[in-house]
């Protein structure tokens, strides 16, 4: 039993959604109701007006010059990425399957970035066909780019992705410095833009991106000016006038005991800095950041019913019908060190005194599939809901839906 008494969970509240009769309601509807609605669970459901609320709160504190775009591969439904195409001013896109959700949601090509270490010739293709700016990674991409301008009588749209030289402290995951497949090294440019500077390519400016998951507005605040030094430095062998420069994001949001909401006033003035200075060195510049699970992670949740419930020597389990094939990153496996809880309730007895520590797993037939360990939560039985907080982002794009036959996850936009 000493485990179920020990330090209770500290999770940051989950305030974002209301409650009604002791049931999480969201986008106005009760969640048995939408259940119904749905017709299924397990379902994850988004809230607009919470990702419509968080980039109104994003751009009041952020200076107006400054351009928010969504990485879409936080969430790839194509409903969201309809909606956000109206509210951010790009869509960042890591593959042409990416591409086509964006193009057909409505994003304007010229506002659409297209990153990631892998582009395959197709893909450039179409990138170029589609007007889209393609951040190059490598020198085989500036060849191949070079090649296809030639082949559609196009003038490819290219920034470089920068390899800095300097990390994101304090990342959840770090893509930049040191050894890294994403991006060019730092040092190498000088040449490389002077090899862009002599081709049919259109130079447009330079994407650094160090990290992600970051809860330190230090931390990104150093990376952002670091970036930005970085770039005043690569810019004099620039080859045209920078009108592109995307210093990255790596805002993080609270998962955990402990952690709490990224502080934005330090980020606002550290980018209204920033600002001012680009306003000099870069007159023609956008000035981007890109961000993903900041935008959608804290609107939505993921909903499975309790199908079984037992006791083995003195542990009470949940199983619900729906598990790490449908929310990796709850399970831990997905980019966890060790593993920890995500914020969790029974969303039908919410407000109810907490009467057991339960573990909940999935259904599949492996240990991995565990969704909260030994958690404090009301008293729950065959029938009732199990909601998943903070899973807005990576969640079911980023799960292994085939692993072990069970139906996919439904996704909801409310
Ligand atoms: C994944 C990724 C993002 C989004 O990261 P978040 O942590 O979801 O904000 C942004 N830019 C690039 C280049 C990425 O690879």
């Not at 980039?55 to 969201?80: E, G, Q, T, W």
């Not at 006791?311 to 094939?325: C, K, P, W």
């Amino acid at each position: 039993m000493s485990t179920q008494s020990r330090s209770a969970p500290t999770h940051v509240g989950m305030d974002q959604f209301k409650v009604a009769d002791n049931q999480l309601v969201i986008g106005g509807i009760p969640l048995r109701q939408l259940a119904a609605r749905v017709g299924q669970t397990p379902f994850y459901a988004y809230d607009r007006n919470l990702i419509q609320q968080r980039i109104r709160d994003l751009r009041n504190a952020l200076p107006a010059s400054i351009k928010i775009h969504f990485a879409m591969k936080a969430n790839p439904m194509p409903a969201v990425v309809g909606l956000m195409t109206n509210l951010v001013d790009g869509i960042d896109v890591a593959s042409a399957g990416e591409l086509k959700i964006a193009l057909d949601a409505g994003a304007n090509p010229r506002e659409i970035s297209f990153a990631g270490p892998g582009k395959r010739q197709t893909e450039l293709r179409q990138a170029v066909a589609s007007g889209v700016l393609v951040n190059i990674e490598s020198v085989r991409e500036i060849d191949e780019l070079v090649e296809i301008g030639r082949e559609l009588n196009l003038k490819p749209r290219v920034a470089i992705r920068v390899n800095p030289d300097f990390e994101l402290k304090g990342s959840g995951m770090k893509m930049g410095g040191g050894p890294k497949q994403f991006g060019i090294d730092a040092e190498a440019l000088p040449e490389i833009l002077h090899q862009i500077g002599q081709s049919n390519l259109s130079f447009e400016g330079f994407h650094l991106f160090a990290g992600s998951q970051n809860l330190s507005a230090d931390s990104i605040c150093e990376a952002q000016r670091k970036s930005y030094e970085l770039a005043c430095r690569l810019a004099s062998d620039a080859p045209a006038p920078i009108r592109f420069l995307n210093l990255g994001g790596g805002f993080g949001i609270p998962y955990f005991p402990g952690e709490k909401r990224l502080d934005l006033e330090p980020i606002g003035n550290n980018l209204a800095d920033i600002a001012a200075k680009a306003k000099v060195d870069f007159p023609e510049a956008e000035i981007v950041i890109e961000l993903g699970r900041y935008l959608v992670g804290e609107a939505g949740i993921y909903v499975a019913e309790v199908i079984d419930r037992k006791i083995s020597r003195g542990q009470t389990f949940l199983v619900i019908n729906g598990g790490l094939n449908h929310h990796l990153s709850a399970s831990g496996n997905f980019g966890q060190v060790i593993r920890k809880n995500y914020p969790v309730a029974i969303g039908n007895k919410v407000g109810l005194a907490n009467g057991e520590a339960v573990s909940v797993v999935g259904p599949l037939c492996t240990p991995l599939d565990l969704l909260a360990d030994k958690m404090p939560l009301p008293e729950a039985e065959r029938g009732d809901i199990f909601v998943i907080f903070q899973s807005g982002a990576y969640g079911a794009s980023a799960s292994p839906q085939n692993f072990l036959g069970h139906p996919p996850v439904a996704e909801v936009l409310v």
